[in-house]
């Protein structure tokens, strides 16, 4: 009686070893609840075939709507590598430095010409560079870029005079113009009364700004702009420009579509245009100061990395 109820004590024992092993590992062999398969991520499958590492995608997904690529799609291109700056605003890896408190190897004398953009200058540009930024010179006209761009990333730390001279329009007052036609406008923000579509943070003649975020004259201020460029042919439009734009790190803009080039006292309209074009500073003869300027090309989506 003794050995019959010590071998039923056994066979209870090994019973409730044997259900927690499977409640630990559904998957093994043997069970019919696999975590694998078609699930997001499993390696496994059911325990009937072949394991399936699904790590970099799925082939039996439907498409993605407007896409010819499957979701999840494995041979969906990867975007190429870009290693950040080491301190917030820091250039890039795959930035074009514009200008870092140096000299002005990147840039030429130039005159932006409303609407039909930049007209550029032989010869070296008219602005000074000392103590790690370049500054408006009186009467020596507009500086662009050598390089040109379509769709880019632009970031611009510039100061207002720190001391304030004028008002409205006339005080502090520059631009920075994409394309040499597209202009971002520079201005004291400061206690300084003007015109909503022509203050700090707006698209110059067309859209006001969502906020005034202005630091006080003398202080460093940051632009980020997102552009892109505008698709024409010949006189039509295929595609306007759109702007994102933040001052001191607060929206401004968010993909605000551009009516056209800048003009004053004018409704802007599109004008032919090449499809890339120089980045231009406004001389608009007060002394702003320009202390660090980077500039990335935005590529496409889906475009394969450099291996």
């Known amino acids: 009686m003794r050995i019959r109820y010590f071998s039923m004590l056994v066979a209870t024992a090994a019973a409730i070893i044997a259900i927690s092993a499977y409640a630990q590992n559904p998957g093994a062999p043997g069970g019919s609840g696999g975590r694998g398969g078609s699930g ?9 075939g072949p394991a399936v590492n699904n790590d970099l ?11 010819q690529w499957h979701v999840h799609d494995p ?87 720190a001391e304030i001279r004028g008002n409205s329009q006339n005080r502090g007052n520059s631009g920075i113009f994409l394309q040499g036609r597209y202009e ?14 022509g203050q700090i943070g707006a698209i110059y003649g067309q859209w006001p700004p969502l906020a005034n975020p202005a630091k006080k004259p003398g202080e460093w201020q940051t632009y980020d702009i997102i552009f892109e460029a505008p698709k024409m042919n010949g006189e039509t439009v295929i595609k306007p420009a759109y702007v994102t734009v933040l001052l001191n790190g607060v929206l401004m803009h968010v993909h605000k579509e551009l009516l056209g080039p800048t003009v004053h006292r004018a409704a802007a309209k599109y004008v032919p245009q090449p499809d890339e074009d120089v980045l231009l500073l406004q001389n608009h003869n007060t002394l702003v100061r320009y202390k660090y300027i980077w500039a990335r090309r935005l590529g496409a989506y889906d475009t394969p990395e450099k291996k």
Not at 57 to 67: A, C, F, I
Request: hydrophobic letters at 30%; charged letters at 20%.
């Open 40 to 48: 997001r991520g499993g390696r496994g499958g059911s325990g009937r």
């Open 75 to 161: 041979a969906r291109p990867h975007p190429p590598v870009v290693t950040p700056g080491e301190n917030l605003g820091d250039a890039p890896s795959d930035a074009i430095i514009l200008f870092d408190g140096k000299d002005l190897s990147h840039w030429q004398p130039a005159t932006q010409v409303m609407p039909t953009g930049p007209v550029l200058k032989p010869g070296a540009p008219g602005w000074k560079v000392e103590n790690g930024y370049m500054e408006v010179v009186l009467g020596s006209g507009d500086i662009a870029t050598k390089e040109k761009f379509g769709d880019v990333q632009l970031h611009v730390v510039f100061a207002e005079p």
């Open 184 to 197: 971002t406008q520079v201005l004291d923000g400061w206690n300084n009364p003007t015109y909503a579509d």
């Open 57 to 67: 995608g799925y082939t039996d997904t439907p498409l993605v709507p407007g896409q």
